[in-house]
């Protein structure tokens, strides 16, 4: 009786350990949020709105100051665009292959070593960038700047596969083997499987990956930060430094700019608008791999 008394408030315990840990998760991202929130508030106090969605230049630290957004967005989805270009044929290749095709050992083999790009800090993927795959560009392309967006776009695809590859695999492998087996019934080869029964039966999960992959690659920063540039510029040339909003945010982190001011503010300004799209991009993501849950539980 003792015994089942003392097991049951250890249990109390631990199931009060764990509503604690779950509930400060959500205060931490909720304290997160609010000082997006109300710093975000204190800059569209003195800043437009209006120009800060509309307006095409991004100077708050010159002295004619122009605080339009979309220089930035456009610099972060230019790498973004580069990177998922690289990433998700290269990924959903490798996906391909490790479900369909390679055996168990291969398998249990090769994944562990295609997600150790994934362990690599992204300092030296920045620096990788900067010192070998930009000089390498530049014997193709002579015009390419020594900064520019193609380099850090490339590396970020490098460095995303392993989110692409790992989630899509995972994806294909749960799909029920009946379907595969009808598929060769038909006379189906094992690529018309994989191509035209396992990845639609598969699409919310790879889907889902994608989506992931896109977040991780709006919110890099050293890669970005590091060979990129920091010209923030509304442009669509991958060839000229350009400068991401989390780029733009290192620079002015860095504690050149006095704390309080507009320039200031305008980091939290940045990373409230990145928020916003991250968190749209998830919630996206959430809903297809919810989808893709239930379609298979």
């Known amino acids: 009786m003792y015994a089942r008394r003392l097991q049951k408030a250890g249990e109390s315990v631990i199931e009060g350990a764990l509503l604690l840990s779950a509930l400060l998760s959500v205060f931490i991202t ?24 509309t307006d095409t230049q991004w100077t708050p630290l010159f002295a004619e100051k122009h605080f339009g957004i979309l220089p930035l967005f456009a610099g972060t989805f230019l790498t973004t665009f580069i990177a998922m270009a690289v990433s998700l044929p290269i990924g959903l290749i490798s996906a391909i292959y490790l479900s369909e095709y390679a055996s168990d050992r291969v ?104 989506i992931l992959g896109i977040s991780r ?10 060979a990129a540039g920091l010209q923030p510029r509304l442009t669509l040339n991958p060839f000229v430094p350009i400068e991401t909003v989390t780029a733009y945010i290192v620079q002015v982190s860095l504690g050149d700019t006095p704390y309080g001011t507009i320039e200031y503010r305008t980091i939290f300004a ?10 749209v991009l998830n919630m ?14």
């Open 217 to 226: 690659a709006v919110g890099e920063t050293m890669i970005v930060a590091v």
């Open 107 to 210: 398998r249990t083999t090769i994944k562990p070593f295609l997600e150790i790009l994934a362990a690599v800090p992204t300092v030296v993927y920045g620096y990788f960038a900067l010192l070998f795959v930009t000089p390498l560009l530049q014997k193709f392309f002579p015009e390419i700047s020594g900064f520019n967006a193609l380099s850090p776009g490339i590396v970020m695809g490098i460095m995303i596969i392993p989110i692409i590859s790992s989630l899509s695999e995972d994806a294909m492998h749960a799909v029920p083997i009946g379907l595969r087996e009808g598929g060769y019934a038909l006379g189906s080869t094992r690529l018309q499987v994989a191509l035209r029964v396992v990845l639609p039966a598969a699409f919310s999960g790879v889907a889902a990956s994608f």
């Open 30 to 53: 909720l304290g997160i949020i609010g000082v997006l929130l109300f710093e975000t508030l204190s800059f569209f106090g003195e800043v437009s709105i209006i120009d800060f969605l």
């Open 270 to 279: 940045a990373g409230m608008s990145l928020f916003v799209v991250t968190f």
């Open 284 to 297: 996206i993501s959430y809903s297809l791999r919810k989808r893709f849950r239930e379609v298979y539980e």
